[in-house]
C-alpha cells in the first residue's frame, strides 16, 4: 500500500472491502481468524504526521490516533471537534459565545496546530480573537482520515505544534468517477431554537485518463442560535434589566447560549501524474462563515462577525530511484465581510526523504509571510511578519525491534530571533504484539502579531479598555515527556501512556481591578501582555478495546491531569481532572450498526468555583439500504446534560439533548 507525501491512501480500502467481503461469503470466522485479519489491515494503516514520512500507526514515534473518514459517517459531524472529541488527551473548551476550541494534553488550544493535507490553516487567533473558524476547514464527505498527534511537534511544524497536530486528510483524485453527498439534521428537543441542517458533497474523477483529475468538494452548514436559559430579563450587578442601544429590555432567553453559524465552503483541485512517479496538484478554495447571536457578558453585546476566506496552492512531489521529493507554495487570506480586517499568509515549503541503509534521512525548509491589515488596531493600519526555517529529521533502525529518531527545527523570525527545537524518541517493539515507546520534545509557540506590535490597539475589557502589543515578548516554550507501553492481539489491546508537560514563559494580559494600567488612550486603561506564567501538566492517558465476538467492539480510554500555575501553585482553569470515554459498537447485521457512547467530564476549576462533574451518553444507527444509500439516526446528550448556565462557568457547552437524522448517497 502506498501513500502520497500528504498522507493519502492509494485505494487502501478496497483492499480492506475485498477482505470483509470473502468473510462474509465463508462461514463465520472464528475470534482467532478475525483478530488476525483485523491485525493485517491495522499494520497496512499508515500514518505521516508523526515524522513527514510514511510510517505504521502503532510503531510511529509519537503518541498518534488516527479517526477514519468511514466512521465518521455515522455520527452528526458538524466540525473537526465533533469528529476527535472521544480520543484520549483530548478536551473540548470554548471561546466566547461557546465558540468551540481543542485542547491536547490540558495545554491551551492556542497550543494545537490544525493542518490540512498538511497545510497550516488559521489560528484561532487571526483576523478577529477567540474565533472557531480553523475547525470547520473541510468537508466531511471529503475526509479520507483524521491524524491526532499528541505531545509537541514543533521539531518539525514549527511555532503552534507546541502541544500536537491534527491534521485533516482527504480522499485522493480517483482514477474513476466516484462522488458521494451527506445530508443531517439535528434538533434539540431541550432549550429554544438551535436546529442545525448540513450538507457535504464529494466528486472525483479523471478528466484525461491516467494523467489529469479532478476534485471537488463543498458544505454547507446552518444551526440557529440554541438558548437553553429561562426566561426573565437580564439583570446587571445592581439587579437593574439590561437594556439594548434601541430601548428594549434583554430578556434571558434573548442570548444565544450557542451563537448561530452559517458556513459554506467549496474546493476545486486539479491532479496531474506525467507518470507513475510524479504528482503535481494546484487548488483553489473558498468559503464565508458566519456568527450571530446576543450576549451578555459585563454589558450586552452582538457576535455577528463575518469571514471570507479564499486559499490557493501549488505542489509538486517525485518519487526518485534515491528518495522523495515535495515542494509546495501556498497562500490565503482571510477578511472580515466590510474588509476592516485582513490577513494573508503565504508559504513556501519542501522536503526531501533518504533512505540509507538503517536510516531515514527527512530534510526540509519553509518560509512564511504574515501581513494583517486592520486600520482600527495598528496606528500604522497593519503590521507583517516572516519567518524562515530548517528542519533536520534521522530515524534510525538499531535492530529489527529498535528504532530511534533524533530531529530539530531551526526558526529564524523576524521579532524574536533564532530559535531551536530538537526532539528524541526511541521505540521497541519486543513482539508483534508488545510497543514500548517514549521521547522527549520541545516546543514554543511564537507570539500573536496583536501581542508583538507596538502600535497595535485590540479593544477588550467589554470596550472598556484597550490591549496594545508589546515587543519585548518572548516565545511560549515547553518541554514535552511521554513514555508509553502498549499490547494489542487484534482481539483485544491495551495502551498507557504517562506524559508531563513543563512550560515557561505563557503570555498573559493582566487586567482588571488591582491591575495598575500602563497608561490611557481615549479615556481607557491600556494593559500590555507580558511574560508572567510558568505551567507543569502532568497526566495519563489510557485505553483499552475489545472485540465482542462477531456481534461487536467495546472501547474506552481515560485521561488524568494535574495542571499547576508554577508560580502560584494553583490548578488551572478549564482542565478537567478526568475524562472518560466509552464506546459500544454493535454490529446487529451486515447492514445495520447501532451505538452507544458516553463522556464523562471530572471536576475543573474556573476561577474560585469548583465545577461539578457531568456525563453525556448519545445512541445512533447506521442502516446501509443498498450500495448506494445509508440512512442514520438517534438521540445526542439522552440525558440532557446541560453545562449553559452563565453562572456555572462551564467554558465548554454542551448543547440539550438533541434528536439526529441524515443520509448518505455513493455513486
Known sequence: MMTDRRGRRARWRATTTTTAGAAMAGMMMSVAAEAQERRAVELDQMVVSATRTEEEARTAPASVTVVDGEDLKAYPVSDLTEAIRDIPGISLTAGSQGRRQISIRGMDPSFTLILVDGKRVNSTESVFRHNDFDIGAIPVAAIDRIEVVRGGMSALYGSEAMGGVVNIITKPAARHWTGSVDLGVDMPTEGDRGTEARTSFFLSGPLVDEKLAVTVTGTFDRREIWNGLDGGAVTDGSGNPVIRPNGTVVNRSDLATLEGREDYQGRVKFTLTPDDDQTIEAEYGQSRQTRFGEYYISGWGDADAVVKRRDMGLSHEGDWDWGTTFIRAYAETSETAEDSIRQENRVVEGNVSLPLDRHTLVMGAEARWIELKSPEEFDSGRAETDAQALYLQDEFRLTDEIKLLAGGRLDEDK????????????????TPEITIKGGVSTGFKAPTLRQLTEDSRTSSCRGSCYIKGNPDLKPEESVNYELSAGYDTGAWGATVTLFQNDIENLIDTPRGSGVTPVGQENGRNVFVPVNINEARIRGVEANAYTML??????????????????????VLDNRPKHTINGKLDWFVSDEVTAYTRATYTGRQRS??????????????????????????????????????????????????????VGASARF
Open 415 to 430: 521579532y524574536f530571533g533564532t530559535h531551536f527545537t530538537p526532539r528524541g524518541y526511541a521505540v521497541w517493539t519486543p
Open 549 to 570: 465476538w462477531d456481534f461487536g467492539r467495546l472501547s474506552a480510554n481515560w485521561t488524568w491531569l494535574d495542571p499547576r500555575n508554577e508560580v502560584t501553585g494553583a
Open 607 to 660: 476561577g474560585t468555583l469548583t465545577l461539578d462533574p457531568y456525563t453525556v451518553v448519545d445512541l445512533g444507527a447506521d442502516w446501509m439500504i443498498n450500495e448506494t444509500f445509508s440512512v442514520r439516526g438517534g438521540v445526542l446528550n439522552v440525558a440532557d446534560s446541560r453545562t449553559d448556565d452563565p453562572d456555572d462557568a462551564y467554558a465548554f457547552v454542551e448543547r440539550g439533548r438533541t434528536v439526529f
